[in-house]
């Protein structure tokens, strides 16, 4: 059963603490000791089932962990309006009327006096101005409001806050460990981030990769009727239909829209025990599980594309990938902390690095132009390029290249692969071109591809 469903039918069944955190929404359930809700705001409050009305104010409960920020607050607040107020007397003292005998002794250790306060009164005015800044960075990354937000009347049963989209978020992470031994061992975990100003303390918590708000709207068969063709006859628009095209105008319009929705390949669903998520704007990462499959590592490149040569890791997975931004490991080492994956076919393909031990540059062997030729009304131009690859470390590499020569699509052009030198090929669908390389420890290979274009001469051809 949906935890929506069990917040709007069964509230007396619902465990003393509960979060559901959706796309577009989040629902808290608890039991409150006080009035206090948070420091937020647009907050909706329920007690019982029934709603109730909140408001801020300045009463904070000293227990509350939100409200020793907010003490700290008020606290450099009067500290900013004291060292103000002193200026305003110090420059007040030093404009008052003068007396007729200077005794300039005492003149020159009064004004050292007066500019030490007023250096003392800058500084001080400095710091405090530093940490009012950094408070500030506090409260837009930890809360929604900088005032307590309470409820009008205590609830002394099981309280319910709604939260807009955005104030509790969640995402889940991978991280692949490259073992050595034909594994690779994937961790999920789902990263909460509390930003509501209210902290979270829930003994179930679930988590949804879908909306909580739906908009499912009604469709009513309606037959498809033939009737006998009558002649065209242009018609003035009456009322009522002016009034129907406003009235579908006014239901499009009214349709609210869609919140943002997760990327993910399929819905999912997560629960977490005793979940502590103060409302701290940080991130807390919680396992989620973690499983082991068979993998194939090799290197791939398709210099008709870009030059360099990268690893890439195939697998099956157990479950299905929600989201492709992995962490990489290797026998725990990090190597790449943003590496990409998707899914190729019936495998999932980990791009995990890329290798700068092997360079390819690739070269065109043939002009177009000077390399044409006309037999009859057809010309058959050949053209081509040329591949260096080069291993520059002490090892031995192998890796695949993937590269291409034109497809036509239409039977006005063909195209014919003429010979592949120095490595072994296979030729599949369109164009593609694979080759398997072994390159020993320093070694250099040329590979060289020929293809030809036959077509009408009058015909004018790009590729």
Request: hydrophobic share 40%; proline share 5%; with cysteine.
């Amino acid at each position: 059963m949906k935890v929506s469903m069990l917040f709007a039918l069964a509230p007396s069944l619902l465990l003393a603490s509960q979060l559901a955190v959706y796309q577009d929404k989040t629902l808290y359930t608890y039991t409150s000791k006080n009035s206090f809700v948070g420091l937020t705001k647009n907050v909706k409050a329920e007690c019982d089932g029934r709603s109730v009305a909140v408001q801020s104010g300045i009463d904070c409960p000293s227990g509350e962990r939100l409200c020793a920020l907010f003490s700290e607050a008020e606290s450099l607040n009067s500290l900013i309006r004291a060292n103000a107020e002193n200026s305003k007397i110090l420059d007040k003292l030093v404009t008052l009327p003068q007396p007729n005998a200077i005794d300039a002794a005492s003149w020159i250790d009064a004004a050292r006096s007066v500019a030490k306060e007023k250096a003392a009164l800058m500084t001080e005015r400095e710091k405090l101005a530093y940490k009012n800044k950094v408070l500030k960075q506090r409260f837009a990354k930890e809360t929604r409001s900088t005032l307590p937000l309470l409820l009008t009347k205590p609830c002394k049963k099981e309280l319910t806050l709604t939260f807009p989209y955005g104030y509790v978020t969640f995402k889940t992470l991978y991280e692949a460990n490259l073992s050595g031994n034909g594994q690779i061992e994937v961790t999920q975990k789902l990263s909460l981030l509390n930003r509501s100003g209210v902290d979270i303390e829930a003994e179930k918590a679930f988590f949804y990769n879908t909306t909580a708000n739906v908009h499912v709207y009604p469709v009513h068969f309606t037959p498809w009727v033939v009737s006998e063709a009558r002649a065209y006859m242009p018609q003035k628009r009456t009322l009522a239909a002016n009034d129907a095209v406003m009235e579908e105008k006014v239901m499009l319009a009214s349709v609210p829209a869609p919140a943002p929705k997760a990327t993910y390949l399929q819905s999912r669903e997560y629960a977490v025990s005793n979940l502590h998520l103060p409302s701290t704007g940080e991130a807390k990462e919680v396992p989620v599980m973690m499983w082991k499959v068979p993998v194939n590592c090799a290197l791939e490149s398709y210099p008709y594309r870009r030059a360099g040569v990268f690893e890439v890791c195939r697998f099956t997975p157990k479950f299905q990938i929600e989201q492709h931004r992995w962490k990489f490991f290797e026998k725990g080492k990090l190597v790449n902390e943003s590496a990409v994956g998707e899914y190729d076919g019936n495998f999932y393909a980990l791009y995990t690095k890329l290798d700068q031990d092997i360079r390819i540059e690739r070269k065109p062997i043939v002009e177009k132009e000077r390399e044409s030729g006309i037999f009859g009304s057809t010309v058959k131009k050949k053209d081509g390029f040329r591949l260096e690859v080069l291993n520059k470390s002490d090892k031995a590499k192998k890796l695949r290249i993937v590269e291409r020569i034109p497809v036509s699509t239409t039977d006005k052009i063909k195209v014919k692969l003429l010979s592949v030198k120095g490595v072994e090929y296979a030729l599949k669908k369109e164009g593609k071109v694979v080759m398997p390389v072994t390159l020993k420890p320093h070694e250099k290979k040329e590979i060289e591809v020929l293809f030809e274009l036959s077509y009408d001469k009058d015909l004018k051809v790009t590729y």
